[in-house]
């Protein structure tokens, strides 16, 4: 994506009244059960949809949590209706939104009018790459990339593991430590001659997510391109956000394994009867779910300890849903379900990666575990 194609887009044309929120939800879901449908399986054996992506962005898939307020319920909605498909492409989705909320985010007037138009309309797209941040804060690991400043901006180097939603002319969002002062979070370009994309080993899933291993070699980045000169205080504004929009994930994937307990009741449903898990038993959970996240989703800015504990609750809950509903499904359906053409198999290691990506189950517990009673 070329610079000038990039400034060429004006976030004052986003306002939230060119949106019908029904109507793009409506769209979304259409294009997931049509086109999506017919590519899943691709996806999942390695191909990268940017075609779909750029169609899901025309429907306005990546710019529902622009409107007043920047409630997220529409934005989780729109990419609940995208995994109820293909969990991988809700991964692709919540990157695309992540890095919206970025630049949603940011203080730095330069950075929102060059990339949140054209990353709210999909013209760019891009990653989050704040794994291994999410952790350090955590005491987990320690930061990967490493700055210093210049005049202009910083110098940026080190190796990323894991930086999803890529491709040589994308973006994403990084935080690097600083030598002699705070970390620093800012927008890498792919299609810089110091970044190079290293195909990772394949995954059990999400082969088709634009996953790669990123090394930085002496990268110059502007202050134009920066989100926040110190990290910390731009994390807790917008962490509840990056991890409420993972329940899109959730949502989605729940549904569908629910669909799959029902498809089999005809056939099946005299013996699955035994089993402990039903799914209406599922369907009165997923509700309860959803009923927390909407909720939460409306103040996204809150910052009082008892929401941000209700926050990490939720995702916890939404991993380990995820993955008991996809076993669930998988004991109803059977011998049928355990074919490599059935998408119930696919549905079990997708539900492992919403319980494995960051921040995973048992950074969330420990997250839990820290705060105060």
């Known amino acids: 994506m070329s610079l000038t194609a990039v400034t060429a887009l004006s976030p004052h044309d986003l306002s939230a009244s060119d949106l019908d929120p029904g109507a793009a939800l409506a769209e979304i879901g259409k294009i997931a059960v049509t086109d999506l449908s017919a590519w899943a399986r691709a996806i999942d054996e390695g191909t990268y949809p940017a075609t779909l992506l750029h169609r899901f962005a025309d429907a306005g898939a990546f710019r529902l949590h622009l409107g007043e307020g920047h409630r997220l319920d529409a934005a989780i909605e729109g990419m609940s209706r995208i995994s109820e498909v293909c969990t991988s492409s ?105 970044v190079t994309l290293k195909p990772c080993e394949p995954f059990l899933s999400m082969d088709g997510t634009g996953t790669y291993g990123v090394q930085v070699r002496d990268l110059f980045v502007p202050d134009d391109m920066v989100l926040a000169h110190e990290a910390m205080p731009f994390v807790k504004t917008m962490r509840a956000g990056f991890i409420l929009l993972q329940a899109g994930m959730a949502i989605g994937l729940i549904r569908d394994c629910i669909a799959m307990m029902r498809e089999v009741e005809g056939p099946l449903g005299h013996v699955n009867r035994f089993l402990d898990v039903q799914p209406d038993a599922m369907a009165e959970t997923l509700a309860a779910m959803e009923s927390e996240v909407n909720a939460l989703a409306q103040t996204p800015f809150d910052t009082s300890p008892d929401y941000w504990r209700r926050v990490v609750a939720s995702r916890l809950l939404a991993g380990e849903k995820s993955v008991e509903a996809a076993h669930n499904a998988m004991l109803h359906c059977g011998a049928r379900g355990y074919v490599r053409a059935s998408r119930c198999q696919r549905r079990l290691r997708e539900a492992y990666f919403v319980a494995i990506v960051t921040p995973a189950t048992k950074q969330l517990k420990l997250m839990l575990d820290q705060m105060p009673a």
């Open 90 to 194: 809700a991964f692709m989705a919540w990157c695309q939104n992540t890095l919206v909320w970025y630049l949603i985010n940011s203080e730095n007037a330069a950075a929102k009018a060059k990339y949140l138009a054209a990353a709210a309309t999909g013209h760019v797209l891009g990653g989050t790459a704040l794994s291994n941040p999410m952790k350090s804060f955590f005491g987990i690991e320690t930061l990967k990339l490493k700055g210093t400043r210049v005049d202009g901006g910083y110098r940026v180097k080190g190796i990323l593991p894991w930086v999803s939603n890529l491709g040589p002319d994308h973006f994403f969002g990084a935080i690097f430590a600083l030598e002699g002062g705070e970390p620093v979070m800012a927008l890498i370009d792919c299609a810089d001659p110091a």
